[in-house]
């Protein structure tokens, strides 16, 4: 059981975070083709990669993202949470992901955020898996002739499209053990 400890008098916002590597490389799903006929998808084997940093909230559905990261490493990692302090001035942030190595970083430490690690391989327990997935879809059987940025400008605007809906992110974020654990937190909170 982890206790959480913090002496703020901010309100207290959850968000589980991750990075999602995407790129050339052509990402396939299912499709539709007549019967008795294979479904041809065009082929982009290009390596050429970008990061994603996403944080959602499966509480309340909001979420916040900064893309076009060429690597993942403590330092980029510290300027997304610096971004994210900025889209959430007024909250003390518990932060919930993997065990990533520049995820332990003393760096990444602040007075307005608490860190919670989940346990080693298991990428289920992190709701924001889910919407990576969606994400993966809205580039899935195309190619981007024009490069990275082709690929960068239409999951950007994917992604805008994706979280104007807070319900469908709370559908798909919001596990039930999740919702139960941080109500009961909640309550626990205001008592005291």
Same mark, same amino acid.
């Given at each position: ?12 916002? $959850? ?24 479904? $041809? ?23 916040? @993202? ?16 610096? !971004?994210? @302090? ?16 520049? @995820? ?13 690690? $989940? ?13 990576? !997935? ?11 002739? !024009?490069?990275? !940025? ?43």
């Amino acid at each position: 059981m982890t206790t959480l400890f913090f002496s703020s008098s901010k309100a207290l916002r $959850l968000l589980f975070v991750d990075e999602m590597r995407y790129g050339l490389m052509s990402n396939y799903r299912r499709s539709w083709s007549q019967v008795g006929q294979r479904a $041809l998808q065009p082929n982009q084997q290009a390596f050429v990669n970008r990061y994603l940093y996403s944080a959602v909230d499966p509480v309340t559905g909001e979420s916040f @993202h900064l893309m076009g990261f060429d690597k993942i490493n403590t330092v980029t990692t510290a300027i997304f949470l610096d !971004e994210l @302090h900025k889209a959430f001035p007024d909250n003390h942030i518990f932060i919930v992901w993997d065990n990533a190595a520049f @995820h332990k970083s003393p760096l990444l430490h602040h007075k307005d955020r608490s860190i919670h690690f $989940l346990p080693s391989y298991s990428p289920q327990l992190n709701p924001v898996e889910r919407f990576f !997935e969606e994400c993966r879809k809205i580039t899935a059987n195309r190619i981007f002739p !024009e490069g990275i !940025e082709q690929l960068s400008y239409i999951l950007e605007k994917g992604i805008v499209e994706l979280t104007k809906n807070r319900k469908n992110i709370q559908k798909l974020c919001g596990y039930p053990w999740i919702l139960k654990q941080w109500k009961e937190l909640s309550e626990r909170m205001v008592r005291q």
